[in-house]
């Protein structure tokens, strides 16, 4: 069933023209609306009808903010003031852990499918031990925000829903019980960050965004106002002329430290939010520019806050496969641009790289193309013996070409892990084919 644009108003209409389906709604609301919309609502959440009538009206508050209104107006004031930077960054971190030594790889010569689907199991439980062990006890995940062009700025840890989304949405490729679970544990910690109607953004002293909105609702879509759509409207009235959507929800009391040289329309961004919403006539304009920036070769250097192409990629073809068939057109063409990122061995330059290319490729029908096999040693080489993969470069502004201020760059042990545990577990599909 293809999902609705405004699932609200859906019930809403049906419930004006059905009376039998209007009393349901209004006694057994939660049955009725996952009966009606094929979901599964959350179930700490209590769901409330209430019917106007010419006798009585009903004035519906929205919730209060999470926050005081003195802490309110420090995010607001937030990046003027270096001890809030602090606390919003938490705690200090370690300096990169250097690459593993070069070392001999074992003689797998003549290694059987099966053997190798063994071996990969085994690294994405050793890998799952190590994500397990980095997850705090709200089930946030860990990121390092550090300065890409100066070392010596210090590095601290974040824990940011939008890391906690984007990781937990790649883990959730893993059936394995402990990956479940933590999937489980962190959709609670990024539903607990929500801000009324359904929106969230990465630092306190920033705006709402439409990056850390998407891939937030894509994890929790079972909480009842992003079921319901209730975020649907902010995110639709943030396009800009051409339909495109901007990455920053600006409004009248929100923090002012995002200048209008950085309200740019994103490919990445415009990705997630088109997977969130669907294939629908408000997010077609956007889908054809992400199509024709793909299409004609102008993806790199498009995004400001994911330099590698891969991104691009890996973002667009999760789409893909979520709005089918409205870009099944991209699917060979997202095949030669990833496949065009490796060498003639299919080497892409590091893991993260590498595993963001065969998740792309397995969701786009190109996977095989690879050498499977090759490709699972590789990640289980590479491997350290917590079970971690090296932290690399995720995402992040690194250049001035946007604006005055950039060069900041996010990634860790961890989210390189989440990406690595995710293209283990395709490749373990080829390998068992």
């Not at 959709?187 to 990056?211: C, F, N």
């Not at 950085?262 to 304009?285: F, K, S």
């Not at 001035?400 to 989210?415: D, F, N, R």
Request: include cysteine; proline fraction near 7%; hydrophobic fraction near 40%.
């Amino acid at each position: 069933m293809k999902k609705p644009i405004d699932p609200e108003g859906l019930l809403l209409s049906r419930a004006a023209s059905d009376s039998g389906f209007r009393e349901r709604l209004r006694v057994k609301p939660r049955e009725t609306i996952e009966a009606e919309l094929g979901v599964r609502l959350a179930e700490d959440h209590e769901i409330h009808v209430h019917e106007q009538t010419p006798a009585a009206t009903h004035v519906v508050l929205p919730p209060r903010s999470r926050l005081s209104a003195a802490e309110r107006e420090a995010a607001r004031t937030g990046a003027a003031s270096l001890e809030f930077l602090r606390r919003t960054m938490h705690d200090p971190a370690p300096p990169v852990r250097p690459p593993l030594p070069k070392r001999a790889r074992p003689d797998r010569t003549g290694a059987t499918a099966a053997a190798l689907v063994r071996a990969a199991r085994e690294s994405i439980r050793r890998a799952l031990g190590f994500l397990e062990s980095n997850l705090d006890e709200n089930g946030a995940w860990h990121c390092i925000r550090f300065n890409v062009a100066n070392p010596d700025i210090p590095r601290h840890f974040e824990r940011p829903p939008f890391v906690s989304a984007l990781c937990a949405l790649a883990l959730e490729s893993s059936g394995e019980p402990r990956a479940r679970a933590m999937c489980a544990s962190t959709r609670e910690y990024v539903a607990s960050t929500i801000e009324y109607p359904g929106l969230w953004r990465y630092y306190r002293h920033l705006p709402q965004d439409l990056d850390s909105t998407s891939l937030a609702s894509l994890l929790i879509g079972t909480h009842p106002w992003i079921a319901l759509g209730r975020n649907v409207p902010p995110i639709l009235a943030n396009r800009d002329g051409e339909g495109r959507f901007l990455t920053w929800v600006l409004a009248a009391d929100e923090p002012g430290v995002v200048s209008t040289f950085r309200i740019e329309a994103d490919p990445v961004v415009n990705a997630n939010v088109i997977a969130y919403l669907g294939d629908h006539p408000e997010t077609r304009a956007a889908q054809r520019w992400l199509e024709a920036l793909i299409a004609d070769g102008r993806a790199e250097g498009s995004s400001k806050w994911y330099p590698d192409p891969v991104a691009i990629y890996y973002a667009a073809a999760r789409t893909v496969i979520r709005v089918q068939p409205a870009l099944d057109r991209l699917r060979p063409v997202l095949v030669d641009r990833v496949l065009a990122l490796g060498d003639a061995k299919g080497d892409f330059g590091n893991v993260l790289r590498a595993a963001q290319a065969v998740s792309a490729l397995h969701w786009v029908g190109g996977v095989e193309r690879l050498d499977a096999k090759r490709q699972v040693e590789e990640f289980i080489d590479s491997q350290r013996e917590d079970g971690s993969w090296p932290e690399l470069l995720a995402f992040g502004d690194q250049t001035l070409k946007w604006g005055t201020v950039g060069q900041i760059g996010h990634g860790s042990e961890a989210v390189t892990s989440a990406f690595c545990t995710e293209a283990l577990e395709r490749l373990v599909e080829v390998l068992s084919d």
